[in-house]
C-alpha cells in the first residue's frame, strides 16, 4: 500500500470514528456493537468491518481520536498566561467547561479504561492514551510552577492522579444532576494547584 493509500485509509477511520463517537458515548462499551453503529450513522456495517477488524478496534480508535483532541485543548492556556492566577483560573474554568460540553465522551473513556482492567486488548491504548493525558497536565502544572519560579512537590504521575480524580468524581455528580459539579471542579482545582506547587 502506497503513502497515499496508507494516508487515506488512516483518514477514513478517522471520519468513521467521528460518525460512531456520539453512539457510543451513549450506550457504552458494552451494549455498543458493530451493527448497532452502522444503524446509527450513514455507513454501513460492512463499511465498518472493512476499515477496523472488530468492535475493539474502532473503540480504541474513537477514544484515541477524540482524547488526542483534548489534550491540545489546554496548550492555549499554557501558551498565554503571563500570570499563576491566570494559568490557575483558566485551568479550572477550561476542565469545567469540556465536562460540561461533553460529559458522554468523557464518560466513554472511563468506562473503556475501566474495561481494560478485564480486556488485555485494551491495555496498550488506555496506558497510552493515560500517558498523553498525564503530560498534558504536567505542561500545565509545570507552566504554573514556572511562573512562580519554583518546583512542583509532586510527581507527575501523583498530580494526574489528583487532577484525573477530581474530575472523574465530579464528572459522576454532573451525571447525576449535580448543578454544583462545574463549580466544584474549577474550584478544587484551583485550590489544589498551590498546595502542589507551594508558594515561596
Not at 52 to 68: E, G, P, Q
Request: aromatic fraction near 10%; charge should be negative; hydrophobic fraction near 40%.
Amino acid at each position: 500500500m502506497s503513502r497515499r493509500q496508507v494516508d487515506k485509509f488512516s483518514e477514513r477511520r478517522d471520519q468513521l470514528a467521528e460518525a460512531a463517537l456520539q453512539t457510543l458515548a451513549e450506550l457504552g462499551y458494552a451494549r455498543t456493537s458493530l451493527r448497532e453503529i452502522a444503524q446509527n450513522s450513514e455507513f454501513s456495517h460492512g463499511v465498518l468491518h472493512y476499515y477496523f477488524s472488530d468492535k475493539v478496534d474502532l473503540i480504541t480508535h474513537c477514544v484515541r481520536h477524540y482524547k488526542a483532541r483534548c489534550v491540545t485543548r489546554y496548550d492555549g492556556i499554557v501558551a498565554t498566561a503571563q500570570t499563576p492566577e491566570e494559568l490557575k483560573t483558566g485551568f479550572g474554568a477550561l476542565l469545567a467547561e469540556t465536562m460540561i460540553d461533553e460529559p458522554t465522551m468523557h464518560r466513554l473513556w472511563y468506562d473503556l479504561r475501566a474495561q481494560s482492567m478485564f480486556e488485555e486488548s485494551f491495555r496498550t491504548d488506555v496506558a497510552a492514551i493515560d500517558e498523553s493525558l498525564e503530560n498534558m497536565i504536567w505542561r500545565i502544572v509545570s507552566r504554573y510552577a514556572e511562573l512562580l519560579d519554583v518546583e512542583p512537590s509532586v510527581t507527575s504521575p501523583a498530580m494526574y492522579a489528583i487532577f484525573d480524580g477530581l474530575f472523574q468524581q465530579s464528572l459522576l455528580r454532573h451525571l447525576s444532576g449535580d448543578q454544583t459539579a462545574a463549580n466544584y471542579l474549577s474550584e478544587s482545582v484551583q485550590q489544589m494547584l498551590p498546595l502542589v506547587v507551594p508558594t515561596p
